[in-house]
């Protein structure tokens, strides 16, 4: 059964720092992984997605992959009230054609003014 | 370039009534995905469809859910009969061809309530 795992939170940060989220996985075989986050009352919008080792960086964002752990995470720099939201971890294993997202409960950020 | 478009975006029944969503997808989209979002969780693939074929269903309850996606363009989501567990978001979502790192697009939602 894939899995994707994320703390609830809510994580507190404080504004102008770094803010940073974190996933794990269970399936080795998942491929791709996206970051979305979600205001409230609103659907995902992706922020940014990662399928190779490393980091990949994209602003303010840094989406890092570590494949032997089994673990993503995203790093927000200088965050801004806006950064306040909740920010959904999906794993993607694509076999058959069937590539539906598999998501975690999500990471409650709050950023304080 | 227009989104992914759902209506309607809220509706209330009584529980073993029955009701139907719909979604457009974004023009030229392949792949159209529909997900489940209870309060607090994150979005559960109910089912995909490649183009008018459904790619997998393995998620979806199928003795009180159906979908369908004619001529590979909008499709519906039927429930029937309802329970009250099935109170959330429904999300549609497409992407250009399903291949794996394709952006999923997501639409709106629509916000079910069940009494």
């Known amino acids: 059964q894939k899995e994707v795992e994320q703390n609830s939170g809510p994580l507190s940060v404080p504004e102008g720092a770094i803010a940073s989220l974190n996933c794990t996985y269970s399936?080795?075989?998942?491929?791709?992984f996206f970051w979305y986050r979600q205001y409230s009352g609103k659907s995902p919008e992706l922020i940014m997605f990662?399928?190779?080792?490393g980091d990949k960086e994209d602003g303010r964002f840094t989406a890092q992959l570590n494949k032997a752990s089994q673990y993503v995470s995203l790093l927000i720099r200088d965050s801004q009230p806006s950064d306040s939201a909740t920010y959904l971890c999906?794993?993607?294993?694509?076999?058959?054609?069937?590539?539906?997202?598999?998501f975690g409960k999500g990471t409650h950020l709050i950023i304080q003014p | 370039e227009a989104g992914v478009a759902q209506s309607p975006r809220y509706k209330i029944i009584e529980k073993r009534q029955s009701v139907a969503f719909w979604c457009n997808p974004i023009?030229?989209?392949?792949?159209l995905y529909w997900y489940q979002q209870i309060l607090g969780q994150g979005p559960k693939l109910l089912i995909q469809?490649?183009?008018?074929?459904?790619?997998?269903d393995s998620q979806l309850p199928k003795d009180r859910f159906s979908a369908e996606r004619l001529k590979g363009v909008d499709s519906t989501l039927k429930i029937q009969p309802a329970k009250l567990e099935d109170s959330a978001v429904y999300l549609c979502?497409?992407?250009?061809?399903?291949?794996?790192?394709?952006?999923?697009?997501f639409g709106p939602g629509t916000r079910l309530t069940v009494l």
């Open positions: 399936d080795r075989g998942s491929q791709s």
């Open positions: 979502a497409s992407s250009p061809s399903g291949v794996s790192v394709d952006t999923q697009y």
């Open positions: 469809f490649q183009n008018n074929g459904v790619v997998d």
């Open positions: 999906a794993a993607l294993y694509s076999g058959g054609g069937a590539d539906g997202l598999t």
């Open positions: 990662i399928y190779s080792n």
């Open positions: 023009s030229g989209h392949a792949t």
